[in-house]
């Protein structure tokens, strides 16, 4: 679990990062010595404006810092999620930003072990993949079934490929905040 003060870090530099790429300048170096963004997680940053998605992009495996991931990860949901147009500095001031910081996976051996909003969803089979956040069950009032179906479709995968034996399911935890615009909110782990 993050302390309040580690979130708002976060937080505050997604959205300097993103304010300094319109400006043209360089960010000053982030320096912490907090323990909780020094070690190596996975995360995702999520961008809504007006209430809609406008980006959403993660790094699964943690390859470097949490900050770092949260630092690629903003600049990549605003300019690289594919299914929308490359972020422009007047969207900036109605931006929100919500972090999920996750926690390792686990292999799933009988779907009864998800648990609708308490988990995210990595569907693996072959090279097809897709991942849904924890949140993203609840916000849809999906029950286990459906949210293993949307899974699989984000995967590219038929609806019904989660009963495949050669599809591997994996359950996470994530901790998930949002904007310093707004109260900073847990929606739990």
Same mark, same amino acid.
């Given at each position: 679990?993050?302390?309040?003060?580690?979130?708002?870090?976060?937080?505050?530099?997604?959205?300097?990062t993103?304010e300094?790429?319109?400006?043209q300048?360089?960010?000053?170096?982030?320096q912490?010595d907090?323990?909780g963004?020094?070690?190596h997680k996975?995360?995702? &940053?999520?961008?809504h404006r007006?209430?809609?998605l %406008?980006?959403c992009?993660? $790094?699964?495996?943690s390859d470097?810092? =949490?900050y770092k991931?949260?630092?690629?990860?903003?600049?990549s949901?605003?300019?690289e999620?594919?299914r929308f147009p490359?972020l422009?500095?007047?969207?900036l001031?109605d931006?929100?930003?919500?972090i999920?910081?996750?926690t390792p996976?686990q292999?799933v051996r009988?779907?009864?072990?998800?648990?609708?909003?308490?988990?995210?969803?990595?569907?693996v089979?072959?090279?097809?993949?897709?991942?849904?956040?924890?949140? &993203?069950?609840?916000?849809?009032?999906w029950d286990? %079934?459906?949210?293993?179906? $949307?899974a699989c479709?984000?995967a590219? =995968?038929?609806?019904?490929a989660w009963?495949d034996?050669q599809?591997e399911?994996y359950?996470?935890?994530?901790?998930?905040?949002?904007?310093p615009?707004?109260?900073?909110?847990?929606s739990?782990?």
């Amino acid at each position: 679990m993050l302390e309040d003060s580690d979130k708002v870090s976060l937080l505050n530099l997604a959205r300097t990062t993103l304010e300094a790429y319109f400006s043209q300048e360089s960010t000053m170096a982030f320096q912490t010595d907090s323990p909780g963004l020094m070690e190596h997680k996975g995360a995702f &940053v999520t961008l809504h404006r007006k209430g809609e998605l %406008r980006g959403c992009i993660g $790094q699964l495996d943690s390859d470097r810092e =949490l900050y770092k991931v949260v630092e690629r990860c903003a600049l990549s949901a605003a300019f690289e999620d594919g299914r929308f147009p490359p972020l422009q500095q007047k969207e900036l001031d109605d931006l929100d930003i919500e972090i999920s910081v996750l926690t390792p996976f686990q292999r799933v051996r009988d779907i009864d072990e998800i648990v609708v909003g308490k988990h995210g969803l990595y569907i693996v089979q072959s090279f097809y993949r897709g991942l849904l956040l924890p949140q &993203v069950a609840e916000e849809y009032g999906w029950d286990r %079934r459906t949210f293993l179906e $949307q899974a699989c479709y984000k995967a590219g =995968l038929s609806v019904s490929a989660w009963k495949d034996p050669q599809t591997e399911i994996y359950i996470f935890e994530a901790e998930v905040f949002s904007d310093p615009k707004n109260p900073v909110q847990d929606s739990g782990s």
